[in-house]
């Protein structure tokens, strides 16, 4: 079963509203989780590791005042996109790191998000 | 930076066949090499992992190599079924346990 869960799995928006989606690890403790997007017919792209109870680490050219990401407990990281607009129609998928597992990385099922 | 890159892009091949896809990488300073796969709309599900210190892995049908010094690694699916249709990407991983990701390869089985 799955090991990490991603909620909503899909969820459309009105421009200029915000969305949050959640990150949770179900039976483990992850201090490190990460956000990817994934626009159609592209690879996904890394856009911030989120260490719980500090602030996240962006990678370059993702912006940190629309992209919110929150890691408050060791088993949930929220990313919320902000004054969402139509180009953040994409999907976002989640991944944790295991360290029981030797550092596995395991994956949520990924949010769809539309902005309409 | 890392770059990966997967070769073909899409592929549509009859059941039954033998076949590989391919995964190259610029920086060989890598942990580990994954090969996940994604059905339409969905999710990762990860196939294989090989550490940086082996040469390959197999999973059923599914066999996986890695030569880190070239910076390459294949994945081989044998006797392929319509049901294997879908996009494989592979993912390296690197310092701070980052994956990057491939661009991937469609595959289609058909009939």
């Known amino acids: 079963g799955a090991v990490v869960s991603q909620h909503p799995s899909r969820v459309i928006c009105k421009s200029g509203t915000s969305v949050k989606i959640e990150c949770r690890s179900l039976d483990f403790q992850a201090t490190t989780m990460f956000w990817y997007r994934q626009f159609p017919k592209q690879s996904l792209m890394l856009m911030a590791t989120?260490?719980?109870?500090?602030?996240?680490?962006?990678e370059q050219g993702v912006e940190k005042d629309k992209f919110l990401i929150n890691h408050a407990s060791l088993t949930l990281s929220t990313l919320t996109v902000t004054s969402a607009h139509p180009e953040d129609s994409s999907f976002y998928i989640c991944?944790?790191?295991?360290?029981?597992?030797?550092?596995?990385?395991?994956f949520g099922e990924g949010s769809w998000l539309t902005v309409v | 930076k890392q770059e990966v890159t997967q070769i073909p892009a899409a592929l549509s091949v009859p059941e039954g066949e033998n076949l590989v896809l391919n995964c190259s990488f610029t920086d060989s300073a890598i942990y580990n090499l994954q090969w996940f796969r994604q059905d339409p709309g969905k999710g990762l599900t990860s196939l294989l992992l090989?550490?940086?210190?082996?040469r390959e892995q197999t999973s059923g049908r599914l066999n996986a190599s890695l030569d880190k010094s070239s910076g390459r690694s294949t994945l081989y699916i044998a006797a392929s079924q319509p049901g294997d249709s879908a996009t494989y990407l592979c993912?390296?991983?690197?310092?701070?346990?980052?994956?990057?990701f491939g661009t991937g390869t469609q595959l289609k089985v058909e009939l």
């Open positions: 989120s260490n719980e109870g500090s602030k996240a680490t962006y």
């Open positions: 090989i550490q940086s210190s082996q």
């Open positions: 993912a390296v991983t690197g310092g701070g346990n980052k994956l990057t």
């Open positions: 991944s944790a790191l295991r360290p029981q597992s030797g550092n596995t990385i395991y």
